[in-house]
């Protein structure tokens, strides 16, 4: 068949263009580029110069780029691709066509080319901005990787394989497969409304080059794919779920080899569908994808069956070996490994021997909670409606010479409370600069009033430890940037009807140059920074003050947590610690939580002085692959030397802790049966807080550890056997020193109960006294909060100790202090002191006093006169729980809610016949009286 060929002289359409239009909208064109090009490039400009500011431009260039070459690598595979294939279709229309046939952007070639130059620097873009957003990261750590130095059971590949190598050559195979069905979708519309796959051997060519690309791209696909069994707990397309997070049974016989028969039938598929293009043959052309399609369902089915009718019939020994790879490779993604375990008998007795061996851990003993505690910072201590206490935190010092545990908050500056005439951008920016100072109180210390005992308090600060840099510029408020040195004298502090002024003495702001004026002048959108008179050549710009702000664009492949705390360092200098992790989802045979990934480590402690801005990151957790890994891309970011006085504020975090503890309440098992029957699953203890039942949080403690000599920080979290409330174990992390991250779990025997938290909450709420109090307190406008029940192991034994607070119901109502509960073992007191509290449990235990406060030898009287309407309240109370514990089959704990009734009972006519029983008679006819009210309510039930 022979085609004419028409030049540009036999065919020139005529183009009605308004020239004048034309040009002018060229120039709007051509000037929104110049925008967003400038703006662009302002940006990288004043990131650049900040980071190099701070000594990071290394990471800056580094990050950069890895981004600039991906970037142009996207950018010429993906625009390249389009504009070809864009000029084989116009090539393959003009030979095929009349002129007055061809669409109309094909008749002209100047156009042709300008909208396919367009199109494909469009395509171009999006292209290398995802390629460069998303793999920079994978692209950097896969070249940079270190081993695990583990390898997984099923294809011996180091875990860092799984981490690094797997995750950059999924996403270049998922880019080239997204690229490809684009190129795909467009040849196939175009070719196949002309049907010019089957006249033109050039068309034909270029689909079949298409087809055959496609099919080697999702082979290699499904090659990886088989991957993805050590990083499921699904086992087909229906997301049927599996025992075994990992390969499993299922996986090993169906998956992983349907995986390499569907990594070669994408490809045999391609030649099919190139065999059927090129013959004109409808089968060959169906037969290949349809193939591939049934041997997928067919696939789907298989495992579908063998999970069914082999595996689900003898579950446990089908995936007894998959479960031992999970249960192994959980504890070590999580750090639970090489957990130090030890038996807690929690028999021993309380003594006055004991209580002095332990004072440094009972003088350190938290009967103030950080909740109720901020609202009291901030209207004790915050003197101005423009300062704020964001968080109070826990830490330890050294106070005239004895390791104490305190609280700890940074007063900082929200200039949104400012007053509205007072909301100038000269206020907001030069003046209104900084917070200043902390306030710190003991944590088992309260006034008379029931306030916090300060350590640190006023403006300017006083007391121990000393602060004498106390400006703080940077923290945890949404701070503006602010500029300091200019003409405008900075607000220090209040100081009766005036204020105090300051002036900043860092060098470590960004120098405000005429140059670097316009830059963040135009970055902030701003023209005052660049016009303004008040600023001069010394004037300096604090930027993103905001310290997770200002880690995040350092190191952003750092996970950071969302509780940074403020240190007094030892030159009375503050400075902000926030806890810095390394995270995958990509650990094989690993359980994830509920933040999505399956590995964590806190190898890095990010450090950020509150009065310059300096950043460094110490280097806690040197083992750890993920952060060698960035130390080979970033060799000069981290600092392994650790200034002595900033490592001894270094605490084990909170949510790292909680996620490991979330861990291990199934993981702690090791016989794989009862893993597999979760017959020893943990939970969570609750507690009270106001009128509710909350989990109980992992908290911090000072206490000496059996085995040790001396007393230390300690973060712990007891557990309980799920769905019951007897306290089972607990789990502890140590901080101070080379004990540092060392975890040790504490058993307590099975054969006998041990309380838990809940259990010593529902005994204070069942005790007369102190229910009656709690009920008093919280009438007349007032109302309680319970505090945190903590549990306090000493040597041998436990204590509980709770704080309750009292309160109005005012809005401005500040918390106090009322009373400390302390439980031991059956003893349950409330004292207005924790030592009055303690004193009085030795005296009990001793046998100096009864539970109800008599002494040994008196006349067996109730001191608390109980009336009648109270009792009818308390019975009812007691009979609702043991209503509910036969419900639920908790036999014991109804046996003691029965006795506890009976009890009251008897308290109730010992009153009314004023003094002791008076007879065995009588004592036997309330225990006849009291059975027979037993039979009866058990016949009810």
């Known amino acids: 068949m022979k085609f004419k060929v028409y030049h540009n002289e036999d065919f020139k359409p005529k183009l009605n263009l308004n020239k004048k239009k034309t040009f002018w909208t060229g120039v709007v064109v051509l000037l ?39 970037f142009a690598v996207g950018f010429l595979l993906f625009s390249c691709t389009l504009f070809l294939t864009l000029l084989g279709i116009r090539r393959a229309y003009v030979r095929n066509f009349q002129p007055d046939e061809l ?110 690309l496609f099919g080697v791209v999702l082979g290699a696909k499904h090659f990886l794919g088989r991957y993805d069994t050590l990083l499921s707990d699904t086992i087909n397309g229906f997301q049927q779920k599996s025992v075994v997070y990992g390969v499993s049974y299922t996986d090993a016989v169906i998956n992983i080899p349907l995986a390499y028969v569907l990594a070669a039938l994408p490809i045999i598929s391609a030649l099919a569908v190139i065999a059927g293009l090129s013959r004109r043959n409808w089968r060959l052309l169906v037969a290949g994808p349809a193939l591939y399609v049934i041997v997928l369902l067919f696939g789907q089915l298989a495992a579908w069956g063998v999970q069914q009718f082999m595996v689900t019939p003898n579950e446990f020994h089908r995936e007894e070996p998959y479960l031992e790879h999970n249960l192994i490779f959980t504890r070590q993604a999580y750090g639970l490994d090489n957990i130090n375990q030890q038996v807690h008998p929690g028999t021993g007795t309380i003594s006055g021997d004991l209580v002095e061996r332990n004072s440094l851990t009972l003088d350190n003993v938290r009967i103030n909670d950080a909740r109720p505690l901020l609202d009291v910072y901030n209207q004790i201590q915050s003197f101005r409606t423009y300062y704020q206490f964001n968080d109070v935190d826990v ?37 209104y600069t900084h917070g200043y100072g902390i306030a710190a109180s003991h944590v088992n210390e309260v006034t008379p009033q029931g306030q916090p005992e300060f350590l640190v308090k006023n403006l300017p600060p006083e007391g121990s430890p000393e602060i004498t840099r106390p400006q703080i510029y940077f923290g945890e408020q949404v701070y503006p940037h602010v500029i ?39 970055e902030e959108g701003s023209p005052r920074i660049f016009i303004s008179g008040l600023i001069n050549q010394e004037s300096q710009l604090l930027r993103k003050r905001n310290i997770m702000e200002r880690l995040n664009a350092i190191a952003p492949f750092l996970t950071y947590d969302q509780d940074p705390y403020i240190v007094v360092r030892d030159d009375g200098t503050l400075i902000w610690i926030v806890d810095a992790y390394t995270t995958t989802r990509q650990y094989p045979y690993a359980e994830p939580v509920g933040a999505g990934f399956n590995y964590i480590r806190n190898p890095i402690k990010a450090v950020v002085d509150a009065y310059t801005g300096e950043v460094h990151f110490y280097v806690v957790d040197p083992d750890d692959p993920l952060w060698q890994t960035y130390a080979n891309i970033f060799p000069d970011l981290f600092t392994e030397e650790i200034p002595e ?69 300690i973060l712990m979290q007891p557990f309980t056997p799920n769905n019951r409330q007897n306290m089972i174990a607990w789990l502890a992390a140590r901080n101070d020193g080379e004990n540092y991250g060392e975890l040790l779990l504490y058993r307590f025997p099975k054969q006998r109960t041990v309380y838990g938290p809940q259990q010593i909450e529902n005994r204070i709420n069942q005790d007369p006294y102190i229910s009656q109090q709690l009920n008093l307190w919280s009438q007349g406008g007032s109302r309680t909060i319970r505090g945190n029940l903590l549990v306090i192991p000493i040597e041998d034994t436990l204590l509980y100790v709770e704080p309750v607070y009292i309160e109005s119901d005012s809005r401005s109502s500040l918390p106090e202090v009322g009373k400390i509960i302390v439980a031991y073992q059956d003893y349950i007191v409330m004292e207005d002191t924790f030592a009055e509290a303690i004193e009085r449990l030795v005296e009990m235990e001793a046998g100096a006093v009864r539970p109800d406060g008599a002494q040994p030898g008196q006349d067996e009287q109730t001191p608390l006169i109980v009336t009648a309407e109270s009792l009818v309240e308390q019975l009812a109370d007691l009979f609702e729980s043991y209503r509910n514990a036969m419900a639920a089959g908790q036999w014991e704990q109804a046996g003691r809610m029965m006795t506890e009734i009976e009890k009251q009972l008897a308290d109730w006519k010992r009153q009314q016949g004023g003094g002791e029983t008076g007879s065995d008679e009588a004592a036997e006819t309330d225990d006849e009286e009291a059975e027979s009210a037993t039979g009866q309510e058990t016949e009810v039930e």
């Open 32 to 70: 929104i580029i110049l925008f967003i090009v400038s703006d662009l490039g302002i940006a990288l400009v004043s990131e650049y110069i900040w980071m190099d500011s701070l000594g990071f431009s290394d990471v800056f260039v580094t990050i950069f780029s890895a981004r600039i070459l991906l």
């Open 103 to 212: 669409p109309f952007v094909f008749r002209h070639s100047k156009l042709f080319f300008l909208s396919s130059w367009g199109l494909s620097f469009l395509y171009g873009l999006i292209g290398s901005s995802i390629v460069q957003g998303l793999g920079w990261e994978r692209f950097l750590t896969y070249q940079h990787q270190v081993p695990f130095q583990v390898s997984d059971p099923v294809f011996g590949h180091d875990v860092a394989f799984y981490v690094y190598t797997l995750p950059f050559w999924n996403f270049v195979v998922s880019s080239l497969l997204g690229l490809i069905v684009v190129i795909l979708i467009i040849q196939g519309s175009a070719y196949g409304i002309s049907k010019l796959y089957w006249t033109d051997w050039g068309a034909r060519v270029q689909l079949m080059l298409s087809v055959l």
């Open 395 to 431: 830490d330890r010092y050294m106070i005239d010479g004895e390791y104490q545990q305190v609280f700890i908050g940074a007063r900082e500056l929200n200039t949104d409370q400012l007053p509205s005439q007072a909301q100038t951008w000269v206020n907001r920016t030069l003046r």
């Open 484 to 522: 300091i040195n200019t003409k405008v004298d900075e607000f220090n502090y209040p100081e009766g009807e005036s204020n105090v002024t300051y002036r900043y003495t860092a060098d470590t702001g960004i120098p405000m140059t005429r140059l670097n004026r316009f830059i963040y002048a135009w």
């Open 645 to 713: 006085d900033i490592q001894a504020h270094f605490r084990y975090p909170v949510n790292m802790f909680t996620y490991q503890a979330e861990i291990f309440r199934t993981y702690h098992m090791s016989d794989l049966e009862v893993f597999y029957n979760r017959e020893d699953m943990w939970a969570f203890p609750t507690e009270k807080y106001y009128d509710q039942d909350i989990i109980m949080e992992p908290y911090y403690i000072t206490m000496q550890l059996p085995d040790e000599e001396r007393e230390e920080f």
